[in-house]
């Protein structure tokens, strides 16, 4: 699965949305109050490849609060001259046991494109076909129906007339299956578009993904809630049923000492960074994508059906929000969020600064801590946990910075080794306010 800065300007974008809808209503007249907006949908992207006991837990847990769950049930992989399928075991007796729609999601790499604008489509199709077919007779066989079909491929641009044929094609192969495709904001501006869209029974707009940064110091959002209602209005126009896929997930993004990029994490089990490395957490926001839900349930276009949420949460997944965030996000509201610093006393000459995260909400994303000291000769000192000093201890302060503490319990950010500059006279340490770093 895969836009990329304008926060301030988030609640401006949300109220002119709303100011437009409210005029679109007004012209077109009587046809709105006599035909008022359908509930707003909210499907979710089970994304995991190992169905470990919390996956089957959390499909569980979903079944309560969606009608349909989009599993992703593997990849079509170019391999050679041939396209093979990699499917995932996913836990047939957790989906059979879920009230839910269930619906095979099948991701395709890049080079599937190279192969579609060769006009060597068989291979793919036959490996596409056979996939379905294997999906549903495994979910027949285990009492679960299927008749839906997506393909998550995030063609470039310039190959879209090369996909599209390869789906008029898999439209006609599975006549009565509902098929569907996520798209990228991209495409909205290629005249091969709107004729892709017809070939599909609808399609979910990815307004979420990341560019490359160059530099730690770079501004790199998950999600511009800005440009989304502006991508909003170009798909409305396309006249097709569609849906908007929305980040609940994380990255772990990695940098040398110096700052430059190093690498990304999104996926999997934690990452211990080399020596010397900085960390950034690169973090959907909760706070900025409950406004649009409260938009979208007043406002939207007709042929905006709904939200598709990426991804389930499952306990454990320090790189996605947690179950009661989404719950209260699909509601609208906006979870709260708060740090707390303490510096504590372990032995004479030795102090630890430690820091908790608070609130409903634990964000991954970095923070900045001061902490001051009188009567304080630093003789030793280290950062840990990820955090980082940013000055040194020849003055009265040190100024920390590192990732925010994704547990309940606190965290220890740095200690100091110290003795009096004056022996009559105790040495005070205290920690300033935690801010938040983007």
């Not at 895969?2 to 949300?14: A, N």
């Not at 706070?287 to 059906?305: F, S």
């Not at 309940?408 to 306010?433: I, K, Y």
Request: proline share 6%.
């Amino acid at each position: 699965m895969g836009v990329r800065s304008c926060r301030h300007h988030t609640l401006s974008h949300i109220l002119l949305f709303l100011l437009f809808g409210a005029l679109a209503s007004l012209s077109i007249g009587a046809c709105h109050s006599k035909y008022p907006l359908p509930p707003l949908e909210q499907d979710v992207y089970v994304w995991q490849r190992k169905w470990t006991p919390e996956v089957t837990h959390a499909v569980e847990r979903a079944s309560h609060a969606f009608r349909r769950l989009y599993v992703y049930a593997g990849d079509l992989i170019v391999d050679g001259d041939s396209v093979v399928f990699d499917a995932i075991d996913v836990d047939w007796r957790a989906l059979a046991a879920s009230s839910c729609v269930i619906v095979p999601v099948f991701r395709a790499n890049r080079q599937l494109a190279h192969v579609l604008d060769r006009g060597d489509a068989s291979g793919a199709l036959t490996a596409c076909l056979g996939a379905y077919d294997g999906f549903r007779s495994r979910a027949h066989g285990n009492g679960v129906s299927v008749g839906t079909l997506q393909i998550d491929f995030d063609c470039p641009s310039e190959f879209l007339s090369a996909y599209k044929q390869w789906l008029d094609v898999l439209r006609t192969a599975l006549p009565e299956t509902t098929l569907s495709m996520t798209a990228l904001p991209s495409w909205l501006a290629s005249r091969d578009f709107a004729p892709l869209v017809q070939c599909v029974d609808f399609y979910v707009l990815q307004v979420h993904g990341l560019e490359r940064p160059a530099s730690i110091k770079d501004d790199v959002v998950l999600c511009d809630t800005g440009k989304v209602m502006k991508y909003v209005e170009q798909a409305a126009s396309f006249s097709r049923p569609f849906y908007v896929a929305l980040p609940t997930y994380a990255y772990q993004a990695f940098y040398t000492s110096e700052g430059e990029f190093a690498g990304l994490v999104a996926e999997g089990d934690s990452v211990t960074p080399k020596p010397g490395a900085q960390t950034r957490n690169l973090s959907a926001n909760p706070k900025e994508l409950a406004p649009l839900v409260v938009a979208w349930k007043a406002h939207r276009p007709r042929n905006m059906r709904g939200i598709f949420w990426f991804r389930l949460p499952v306990e454990g997944d320090e790189r996605n929000w947690p179950w009661h965030v989404l719950q209260a996000v699909m509601a609208g509201e906006q979870p709260t969020t708060g740090f707390r610093v303490e510096v504590r006393t372990v032995r004479q000459d030795l102090r630890e600064l430690w820091v908790q995260s608070t609130g409903a909400y634990r964000p991954a994303c970095n923070l900045r801590v001061e902490t001051h000291w009188t009567n304080a000769r630093i003789r030793a000192y280290d950062s840990v946990s990820g955090f980082r000093a940013e000055s040194d201890a020849r003055g009265a302060s040190m100024v920390l910075s590192g990732p925010a503490p994704q547990g309940e319990q606190p965290v220890l950010a740095a200690w100091w080794v110290a003795e009096p500059e004056e022996s009559l006279q105790p040495m005070s340490f205290a920690a300033g306010n935690v801010e938040l770093v983007k």
